[in-house]
């Protein structure tokens, strides 16, 4: 079964979205994050900022790009749960700790901040529904 059609099949929640809509918000997503996330690989290379201010970046990438995998190639719907906390978790560590170097970083991140917080709410209610 195909990945979508598997998708399709979940019981979800009735505010779930159309499975259209993640593609044009993660576009956008991604280039906030390529921009910001860059930067603050450019601040460390600078040695600007420290290895514990860089390493819940570097951690929040690898979990959000754990997640496809997870979820829908895999189709282990309670790991994809535990990643996308993982994303969650170490998104705010990231966004708190920038701040006193960058605070436009924290700013700009506050759109990736509210989809992970929206996608986290969904993948526990898809857990509980499956």
């Given at each position: 079964m195909k990945n979508y059609e598997w998708y399709q099949q979940l019981n979800k929640p009735s505010w779930a979205p159309s499975p259209k809509v993640f593609g044009p918000v993660w576009i956008v997503l991604y280039i906030l994050i390529a921009l910001s996330y860059g930067s603050v690989a450019a601040l460390f290379a600078r040695h600007e900022i420290p290895f514990l201010v860089l390493l819940p970046f570097i951690l929040n990438?690898?979990?959000n790009l754990s997640y496809t995998p997870l979820?829908?190639?895999?189709?282990?719907?309670?790991?994809?749960?535990?990643?996308?906390?993982?994303?969650l978790g170490t998104l705010i560590w990231a966004l708190v700790v920038i701040h006193p170097f960058a605070l436009w970083v924290s700013y700009i991140n506050i759109p990736y901040l509210l989809w992970v917080c929206f996608a986290t709410c969904l993948q526990i209610a898809i857990l509980k529904k499956n």
């Amino acid at each position: 079964m195909k990945n979508y059609e598997w998708y399709q099949q979940l019981n979800k929640p009735s505010w779930a979205p159309s499975p259209k809509v993640f593609g044009p918000v993660w576009i956008v997503l991604y280039i906030l994050i390529a921009l910001s996330y860059g930067s603050v690989a450019a601040l460390f290379a600078r040695h600007e900022i420290p290895f514990l201010v860089l390493l819940p970046f570097i951690l929040n990438i690898i979990f959000n790009l754990s997640y496809t995998p997870l979820q829908f190639e895999l189709k282990n719907i309670p790991l994809a749960t535990l990643d996308i906390i993982l994303v969650l978790g170490t998104l705010i560590w990231a966004l708190v700790v920038i701040h006193p170097f960058a605070l436009w970083v924290s700013y700009i991140n506050i759109p990736y901040l509210l989809w992970v917080c929206f996608a986290t709410c969904l993948q526990i209610a898809i857990l509980k529904k499956n």
